[in-house]
């Protein structure tokens, strides 16, 4: 344990959105976050700072990749980490939202990881609970720690965030990384631009004072980062595009549509990805141009400094009895 | 090289300019060379095949936006072939030609299909419809930017409305990304199904099934709503009521991409002339009354209504002879687009003009044709016709496969005496 207590960094106890947090508090996530991806590569990842505490992953989505980044971050600072994966299916069983965060709040957890298929719930939650809650994904909300380990990776390789164009390409709609992302970049400086067909563009989304593209080519002209987004698959058999084939014609990053953007732009993706839907093999294991392995690097680094950083709101005495 | 050609003394009449004039015009190339009142007035054109067509009024050739063939799955009705030889003789140039064939256009190598089998078989330019939803069946959109680069010039589910309204929304949406052009039909399909008449006194002493004339203003308000919503070029198909009318004229009055056609039944034939069960009358949809058609000839004189269109749908004997309910809808009417368009104009109800432009340039202007003009350089797509010559309609005597026409025995006055594609005669009914 570190004898002394770190300075607060965060004026929330939770972790909710990108919306809430100021450019300030961002930097700082990020500042502490690049000495945990020195520490992730070296012999010794693991230090004791939340030893003794408790860290639940509450995930009623099925993902792999976000709860063992948590899962990982979580036990590099030494907590105890549970994972909890609720099956929707338990939830028709009777059991509210409300009840299952009642039942966790009893076994006294410090943090609580949560991802759940309905915007809000991560806040519904905060509400209810005495820990902290860290929002993992909510519906087409926020999912804040990928715009942050984003944020992460273009600081790490482009230094800077004002001025520099980013398109967000895709099923923007559907997408809670879009909405994280667009937050955080604009609060940075950055210009963002949505591309994507209309029936996959929120409405009024231009009131986010992003620029609004429904042709790639127009849409990446000038791009810096072409930020892909993953298309689902219930979503490409004629409901908001037609095909698999029409959608990669016009939407799939490949090399034509890639040469449009700014020479040497980078390509991003918060997996996983469909191959040949929304962006060509060739360019996503193209490690000149693709930042994919290096977001999900820093995935684990940006989630240990999150759970620094709340872990410096616990009250002194513990939780009250 | 083809001959170049030359036309002498002829009025011409150019609505996508105004031009009216007596004058020549000389075609090279396959192109509009050169145009003018002044053209061959004292020099004989040397080299040209010279055309004399004095008495005889020259326009661009007439775009017909909407046609049904049998190609591919109803061969024995109509051909691409059949029809464009009707097409012609009309003095028709450029057919669209709808999806609901069998297999449905809803993919684009049935696109290519088509466009092949025309370059093949075809007197006039043929132009793909692709279906809006796999199938025509309203579920699922289709692949309308694959389609549009396979050569569709718009998108359709022919004679069917897009019932629901969250499929046709995002379809619209879909298809304004690609800004490309929706047509659409305004029947409500549950207030008319198994209709074949409009609800009315006539119907009732006729002891017809019917369904109410608004069961199409219905949905053209509602269709114009989602065109407000999604930004999409919308053009209903054809129109056929006064109510259709008044909220189109106000869709437009606010800006709107909205335009429609009217077929020219529905211009010149009332739920009267359906007489005593002729089924070669019942059309979709059905026959209206007359103010309903008067008001299809006000549209077209105000503008309001944009296009006429033949509405050419074959059918056979086998579909036609059968009690009035359970026949086959539908009229052929390639070749009496021209003499019914005519009519009004004739009637002093429609200015000569604003008749031809409902045929010429307004339709190129919708569907974002090259042709549909007399200007220099323009496609040589011509309609050399006789405004005023009689005659009366023959079934027999038509050049299409299928003769299920609903203007048998009906006179007419002026009618395509020649008709040029790409500078080449397709018909010459001197």
């Not at chain 2, 199409?216 to 070029?233: H, K, N, S």
Request: hydrophobic residues 45%.
């Amino acid at each position: 344990m570190t004898s002394q207590p770190a300075a607060p960094l965060l004026s929330s106890s939770h972790l909710l959105g990108i919306e809430g947090l100021s450019p300030a508090e961002i930097i700082a996530l990020l500042d502490l976050a690049q000495t945990y991806v020195v520490q992730g590569r070296s012999g010794d990842k693991k230090t004791g700072l939340l030893n003794g505490r408790t860290l639940i992953n509450l995930f009623f989505e099925a993902s792999t990749r976000t709860q063992s980044s948590f899962e990982l971050a979580g036990k590099r600072l030494g907590a105890d980490v549970l994972n909890m994966s609720v099956k929707t299916s338990s939830v028709s069983k009777g059991e509210t939202l409300i009840d299952t965060a009642t039942t966790l709040n009893a076994m006294r957890p410090d943090l609580l990881v949560v991802r759940h298929q309905d915007a809000g719930a991560a806040e519904l939650l905060s509400r209810k609970v005495d820990c902290c809650v860290i929002n993992a994904g909510d519906g087409a909300h926020e999912h804040p720690t990928q715009a942050l380990l984003d944020a992460l990776t273009i600081r790490r390789r482009l230094g800077r965030f004002e001025g520099l164009v980013v398109a967000i390409c895709g099923d923007v709609l559907h997408s809670r990384v879009a909405r994280s992302n667009l937050r955080l970049l604009s609060m940075m400086g950055a210009r963002v631009r949505l591309v994507a067909p209309r029936t996959l563009l929120p409405a009024q989304a231009d009131r986010f004072g992003v620029e609004i593209f429904t042709d790639m080519k127009t849409g990446l002209a000038g791009a810096d980062i072409v930020m892909m987004l993953r298309l689902q698959l219930e979503r490409m058999s004629g409901a908001f595009v037609p095909s698999v084939r029409e959608y990669f014609r016009f939407y799939g990053l490949d090399r034509q549509k890639l040469a449009w953007a700014k020479p040497g732009a980078l390509v991003m993706h918060p997996g996983p990805m469909n191959r040949g839907v929304e962006i060509a093999s060739d360019i996503a294991d193209d490690v000149e141009v693709s930042l994919i392995s290096e977001q999900v690097e820093m995935g684990v680094a940006i989630r240990m400094a999150v759970l620094d950083a709340l872990s410096r709101t616990f009250p002194r005495e513990g939780r009250n009895t | 090289m083809m001959r170049p050609v030359a036309f002498r003394g002829c009025r011409l009449i150019d609505p996508a300019s105004g031009l009216d004039v007596k004058g020549g015009l000389l075609v090279e190339n396959g192109r509009i060379a050169d145009v003018g009142p002044r053209l061959f007035n004292d020099a004989e054109p040397t080299d040209p095949e010279v055309i004399d067509a004095r008495g005889l009024v020259l326009t661009p050739g007439l775009i017909d936006a909407r046609v049904f063939t049998g190609e591919p799955g109803s061969e024995h009705r109509e051909t691409l072939e059949s029809a464009s030889a009707a097409a012609a003789a009309g003095g028709i140039t450029s057919m669209v030609v709808m999806p609901n064939t069998d297999p449905v256009i809803d993919e684009p190598s049935l696109v290519d299909f088509i466009l092949r089998r025309a370059a093949g078989t075809a007197k006039v330019r043929v132009l793909p419809c692709g279906a809006l939803t796999k199938g025509l069946k309203g579920e699922v959109m289709t692949e309308v930017g694959l389609m549009r680069e396979a050569g569709a010039v718009a998108f359709s589910d022919a004679d069917r409305t897009v019932s629901n309204a969250r499929v046709l929304s995002r379809a619209l949406a879909y298809a304004a990304n690609f800004n490309a052009l929706v047509l659409g039909h305004a029947e409500d399909p549950e207030l008319t199904a198994g209709a074949s008449a409009t609800e009315g006194e006539f119907a009732t002493r006729l002891g017809l099934p019917a369904a109410p004339a608004l069961a199409e203003a219905m949905i053209v308000a509602r269709d114009i709503a989602l065109v407000e919503l999604t930004g999409a070029r919308y053009h209903f198909g054809q129109i056929s009521t006064r109510a259709s009318l008044q909220i189109i004229a106000a869709a437009k009055a606010r800006g709107l991409p909205v335009t429609c056609g009217v077929s020219a039944h529905h211009l010149s034939l009332n739920e009267l002339d359906v007489g005593a069960y002729l089924t070669f009358r019942k059309v979709r949809p059905p026959l209206r009354s007359e103010d309903d058609r008067a008001a299809m000839v006000e549209g077209v004189a105000s503008g309001t209504i944009d296009i006429i269109v033949s509405s050419h749908e074959p059918q056979g004997a086998d579909t036609k002879r059968q009690p009035f309910a359970a026949a086959a809808a539908g009229s052929v009417g390639l070749e009496t687009l021209l003499p019914a368009t005519l009519a009004p104009a004739h009637d002093g109800q429609v200015s000569l003009m604003r008749a031809l432009d409902a045929l010429t340039a307004a339709p190129a202007r919708i569907f974002r044709l090259q042709g549909g003009t007399l200007a220099k350089g323009a496609p040589a797509d011509l309609t050399l016709m006789d405004l005023d010559e009689p005659f009366q309609v023959d079934a027999e005597k038509l050049h299409s496969r299928a003769r299920n026409t609903a203007f048998e025995g009906r006179k007419f006055q002026g009618r395509a005496k020649m008709t040029f594609v790409g500078g080449a005669c397709v018909y010459d009914g001197r």
